[in-house]
């Protein structure tokens, strides 16, 4: 999928608002609480208006969503009472109906038809009474007489995209049922994210003003704009269902982990009465049912596998929203100060998997290799320009020397950012071969190899030894790879 920029055609339909007409039928579907009605009529209208008329497909206007229906959309689709806590295949249909709507919005009209959608409260009413009052003067985002477009939304549980992010990531080791429908829903925000952060960076290459109403501008700021901030972004990214991630990035709904308690008795059908102001499931207490206890799942968790692949992806959207100029994130040489702290205190697995899954430029992929390489060595140099590593640079600092800890697996570490860096500035034409250049990484592979040996642990046995056997075989795997490519640049 591509956009509009520059004038190019391109793929996405403009977005064009929905008729009064409309918007009371799905208002009223909402209302009356038949929410695969009002989504599954959002899907039909948008693919209506994606298919009639004549010429190229991007001069074709396509009916949107608005903002309060996608927000509604996000909710139902990861929502326990349509998702995990669904008592019949009708209730499930509706978080699948709702995420449809989301992903085939995204198909048709792109990043531009989320505007001014996923706005997350700053402040949270203390009660219902409270939300309900406050409502009557609040904006179109609370069109939607619905509890779940207002005070049971998913962006009134929270007060950041954040804060979601790390409680997603906690259900992946821990909750199975849960992640299966967090998986999808930060699947799909990355997809709307990635083409968001491109086209701004086509806009800002073209010359023409960037959008700052796009999703990306509102989901990925950083609005404290401190340090702290932004570490707690990618501990958000990193969470990993221990008991300190989940006391920071806690579950987003009410009892959302808990399955619901199976009840003998049939439950009342709930009466709609227009003069009593009795709105089908507005004041229903379903969140209140006694729950039974949901045992976290905490190991031989395959969930835990589908997690890496998305945590590498966060961290490149946000590389590349890093490049543009005033974004509300941080520039990049400060998202790569963050990156290096969090990157280095990785184990060794998600170390290598996010440092070779990045999707990102390779003068950027060669500027944090560098700069995550820093910390470790004996003395950071007082001059280095980080984003412009040259040949000279990397033998001079970082080619031949040992990591400065007595941490073995911080030998194996520094090996593979070597390995890394040299690679892709072969790729990048930044190396040439030279004898002062091989005999430099030898140097340094052997001071490496020394300390690992060094600190291994002497006379133990077990997990701790088998741990030991594997740094130093890896350290030697990354080691036999370098010379090779060293090698070839040899010719």
């Known amino acids: 999928m591509t956009s ?20 009371q039928d799905v ?7 038949e929410y695969f009605g009002g989504f599954e ?3 039909n209208i948008i693919a209506t208006g994606a298919s009639i008329g004549t010429g190229e497909p991007s001069n074709n206007p396509a009916f949107c969503p608005t903002p309060a229906h996608l927000n509604l959309a996000a909710t139902a689709a990861i929502h326990p009472r349509w998702t995990s806590r669904a008592e019949s295949r009708d209730a499930r249909d509706v978080a699948d109906e709702a995420f449809r709507v989301l992903q085939y919005t995204l198909q048709t009209v792109g990043p531009a038809g989320f505007a001014g959608a996923f706005k997350f409260a700053k402040t949270k009413p203390r009660n219902r009474y409270q939300s309900k009052h406050s409502d009557e003067s609040a904006d179109s985002e609370n069109e939607i007489v619905s509890s779940y477009a207002k005070e049971r939304s998913l962006f009134a549980q929270v007060d950041s995209f954040w804060q979601l992010v790390g409680w997603a990531f906690n259900t992946a080791r821990n909750f199975p049922d849960r992640w299966e429908r967090w998986h999808l829903l930060l699947s799909f925000w990355l997809d709307l994210l990635d083409e968001d952060v491109d086209r701004q960076i086509k806009l800002c290459e073209s010359g023409e003003p960037q959008s700052t109403h796009g999703p990306a501008w509102t989901l990925l700021r950083c609005d404290e704009g401190s340090r702290h901030a932004r570490r707690r972004i990618l501990r958000a990214i990193m969470a990993d269902g221990s008991s300190k991630a989940m006391a920071e990035f806690p579950e987003v709904f009410k009892n959302e982990t808990k399955p619901k308690q199976k009840q003998s008795i049939a439950l009342k059908k709930e009466v709609v009465n227009i003069e009593e102001n009795r709105w089908a499931d507005y004041d229903d207490n379903e969140e209140d049912v006694v729950m039974e206890d949901a045992a976290p ?3 031989n968790n395959p969930c835990d596998m589908d997690a890496p692949p998305l945590r590498v992806r966060f961290v490149s959207t946000l590389l590349h929203f890093s490049t543009i100029p005033d974004n509300p994130l941080a520039e990049l040489e400060e ?6 702290e969090c990157i280095r205190a990785l184990p060794l697995d998600d170390f290598r998997q996010i440092l070779r899954g990045l999707k990102v430029p390779i003068d950027i992929r060669i500027a944090l290799f560098a700069n995550t390489l820093l910390p470790f060595l004996p003395s950071i140099p007082k001059k280095i320009d980080i ?25 194996v570490k520094m090996n593979l950012l070597v390995e890394y860096l040299i ?4 790729d990048d034409k ?26 291994a642990k002497k006379g133990v046995k077990g997990e701790s030894k088998r741990l030991d056997d594997n740094a130093r075989d890896e350290l030697l795997r990354s080691q036999e790879r370098v010379i090779v490519y060293l090698e070839l640049l040899q010719g």
């Open 27 to 33: 208002g009223l579907n909402f209302e009356y609480g």
């Open 423 to 426: 690679v892709d500035m072969i």
């Open 4 to 23: 509009v920029v520059g004038g190019h055609i391109c793929d996405f339909r403009s977005p064009k608002p929905l008729s009064e007409d409309t918007l």
């Open 387 to 411: 984003l412009n590593i040259d040949e000279a640079t990397i033998r001079k600092h970082f080619l031949a020397y040992a990591a400065n800890t007595a941490n073995v697996m911080d030998q």
């Open 335 to 340: 998202l790569l100060d963050v990156l290096t």
């Open 41 to 43: 009529l959002l899907q």
């Open 297 to 299: 799942v905490t190991s």
């Open 430 to 455: 930044r190396l040439t071969y030279s004898y002062n250049l091989m005999e430099m990484t030898k140097k340094g592979m052997h001071a490496r190899l020394t300390q690992l040996s060094f600190y």
